[in-house]
């Protein structure tokens, strides 16, 4: 028998396999489960260079995967100054007068609609404090951004534009426009013009993030976008330098126009790779965000927005999604609001057998009881990001329940109704948008914050399940990945605490022992 890499003793292990849901050591060689049982079980699995680790009572897990998180994006999207922490137009003021200057500009990042108490999004609330400076700052959303008066006229924006998928330059009633710009056609008239990292900062900054990532428990992540073109090149050149803390399965995204050269092009991409990222399905956006009127809603929010598709035609869209099922290729469509929701479910059942299980929605903030059972029936997975509940409040006075209006408010985030009526329901963080602290995912996965309060809340299992098993069904790894048992891959979680058990709030601080992606060791406190 050859001997293992690494054998983990002294934890409870909560498998996920059926076959055998608990044990307590495993053994690990070339990246695989090689036994898992008793102490006894893994005895002869060592060997003179096995790296045995007592885990000393920890509940071990499989690995956390974040299945829904944007990592390489991100650290472009997250440049400058944080803005998390602003909560109303004085606090934002005073951190544009403090902020630093890149190159002349002014970044921000993470600015929540609510500071602005319910006025409209308008540069003329920052000039002052911005002295002239050209900025942009981006709201944490990720669908929309304020530009300064300098950065419009860096970008020629002097009114309105027309665009291929739903994007606004938002105008007053004289037609000047106010800064604020929402959706990505908009955006990145500024955007592009913004300082961005360096290639070698990029590299760093992502190899440092996924590393303290994988500090909270992750071992993989699920990626909802691939950037820019250069982004598999700059993977290749992490993996030549060293290797990626977490292992990353991508989607590049699909936009509205898109033809058979473009449809060919992501179904090409498929095929890239590395030793520990895949390219491995296409993203779509069929709407936008609540707080920027661009949630396709069945009926208009309270500002008579909300009643388009992101794709100006829905049915070509639904084309598009045709195309890539006939190649086998999977897709995660964004889709908050109740129309973009039915739309997608509507697509998918017209696909056949087939595509079950092939096809996810993500985000789904509010949906009716109607469609709640169709996820199952057609095997369409879920997939959601409870830390988004923060930027809501119970009592519904926050800019996505204003919008949405009581009935709507009332139906925030049903991540329980969605596995009760049979769903699978994958969890992920959204970053940069929340934090990516997987601990804090499954924390608020059972104790749901803002207007999802009041709403049923998941088991400890059921959350467990949502970054583990439900995740490798969401990828279609469930034969490889998301239990602990001979011959999945060895990712592995052990907490101090089980994850299972213990409170929410004392879960979302609970020290995080061993992370193991792919048999590697990727951070450890034993």
Excluded at 400 to 427: I, P
């Amino acid at each position: 028998m050859p001997a293992a890499d690494t054998v983990l003793t002294g934890a409870r292990v909560r498998t996920l396999d059926p076959a055998r849901p608990e044990a307590r050591a495993v053994a690990l060689r070339d990246g695989e489960i090689v036994a898992v049982g008793d102490e006894r079980d893994v005895r002869d699995w060592r060997g003179p260079a096995t790296e045995v680790l007592d885990l000393g009572g920890a509940t071990l897990t499989p690995g956390l995967t974040d299945a829904h998180s944007h990592p390489v994006w991100g650290v472009e999207m997250a440049t400058g100054t944080d803005l998390s922490g602003v909560r109303d137009l004085d606090q934002l003021r005073a951190a544009l007068l403090a902020a630093p200057r890149s190159r002349g500009w002014v970044l921000g990042y993470g600015l929540d609609h609510n500071a602005f108490g319910g006025r409209p999004v308008d540069k003329a609330r920052i000039e002052e404090a911005l002295a002239g400076a050209p900025a942009f700052l981006r709201l944490y959303d990720g669908h929309s951004a304020l530009a300064s008066g300098a950065a419009l006229t860096a970008a020629g924006i002097t009114g309105p534009r027309a665009f291929a998928q739903r994007s606004e330059i938002v105008c007053d009633p004289d037609g000047a426009p106010t800064g604020h710009l929402v959706e990505h056609a908009a955006m990145d008239l500024v955007g592009a013009l913004a300082p961005k990292p360096s290639s070698a900062e990029r590299r760093s900054r992502l190899v440092a993030l996924l590393r303290d990532m994988a500090a909270t428990g992750l071992t993989g992540a699920h990626v909802m976008d691939l950037g820019d073109g250069d982004v598999p090149a700059l993977l290749a050149t992490v993996e030549y330098e060293g290797e990626l803390p977490l292992r990353l399965r991508l989607a590049p995204w699909c936009m509205p126009g898109a033809g058979p050269d473009e449809l060919a092009a992501l179904i090409d991409l498929q095929r890239l790779g590395g030793r520990h990222w895949q390219v491995g399905s296409v993203k779509f956006f069929m709407d936008g965000t609540v707080e920027g009127g661009t949630a396709w809603l069945e009926h208009a929010d309270c500002h008579g927005q909300g009643t388009d598709a992101f794709w100006p035609d829905p049915q070509a869209y639904s084309e598009a999604v045709r195309v890539l099922d006939a190649a086998g290729v999977r897709t995660a469509t964004h889709a908050i609001g109740d129309a973009a929701v039915r739309h997608v479910l509507d697509t998918v059942s017209g696909l056949g057998g087939q595509a079950r299980m092939r096809h996810r929605i993500e985000h789904i903030e509010t949906v009716p009881d109607d469609q709640l059972k169709r996820f199952a029936e057609l095997g369409v997975i879920a997939s959601m990001q409870p830390p988004h509940t923060a930027y809501t409040r119970a009592d519904h006075s926050d800019e996505w329940s204003k919008r949405l209006g009581e009935d709507r408010a009332a139906r925030a985030w049903r991540c329980r109704d969605l596995r009760d009526a049979g769903a699978v329901l994958a969890l992920g963080s959204d970053w940069p948008i929340a934090h990516h602290d997987a601990r804090q995912v499954l924390a608020t996965a059972r104790s749901p914050l803002g207007a999802a309060a009041a709403g049923r809340a998941l088991t400890g299992l059921m959350a467990l399940e949502g970054m583990t098993s439900h995740a490798a069904l969401a990828a279609g790894e469930e034969r490889v990945a998301g239990r602990i048992a001979p011959g999945y891959r060895a990712d592995l979680t052990a907490f101090a605490l089980d994850p299972v058990d213990t409170p929410p709030d004392e879960l979302a601080e609970a020290p995080v022992r061993l992370t193991v992606s792919g048999g590697r060791i990727t951070h450890r406190e034993v």
